[in-house]
């Protein structure tokens, strides 16, 4: 069945930068749309990044826009997270997602829209 793995976590401090990868295996994802989405202790899950099948639509929550650069290579069956300029806030586990099918262009923030998800990697961002 389909799995999804993430890497790519750990302790970094307030302004550094991380690159998660989320790797796929069990299906072709090139006609899917992946995204990550983040929990923090206490708090509930949160859209953080989205990509369509041809990597041309992303998508971003506001808090992220501008740091946060969201990326897939179909051939790897692998999406990334290029995170700059962290910040304290941004401390939370974060998980990959993808569809089981292409649905479409809308909601991508949705996580009702996904089907198979990841394990999560932590990130924690010191001041």
């Known amino acids: 069945q389909v799995q999804l793995g993430e890497s790519g976590g750990g302790l970094v401090q307030a302004g550094g930068s991380l690159r998660l990868s989320c790797a796929a295996s069990?299906?072709?994802?090139?006609?899917?749309?992946m995204a990550w989405f983040r929990q923090a202790p206490g708090k509930e899950r949160e859209f953080v990044a989205a990509?369509?099948?041809?990597?041309?639509?992303?998508k971003y929550a506001d808090s992220v826009k501008g740091r946060f650069t969201i990326s897939r290579d179909s051939a790897k069956n692998t999406v990334y997270l290029q995170m700059n300029s962290l910040k304290p806030e941004d401390t939370a586990v974060y998980y990959c997602?993808?569809?089981?099918?292409?649905?479409?262009?809308?909601?991508?923030?949705?996580?009702?829209?996904?089907?198979?998800w990841g394990q999560g990697t932590q990130v924690t961002v010191s001041s």
């Open positions: 997602a993808a569809e089981s099918y292409n649905r479409g262009v809308y909601a991508y923030h949705a996580a009702e829209r996904y089907d198979y």
């Open positions: 069990g299906r072709t994802f090139s006609s899917n749309a």
């Open positions: 990509i369509n099948w041809s990597g041309i639509i992303t």
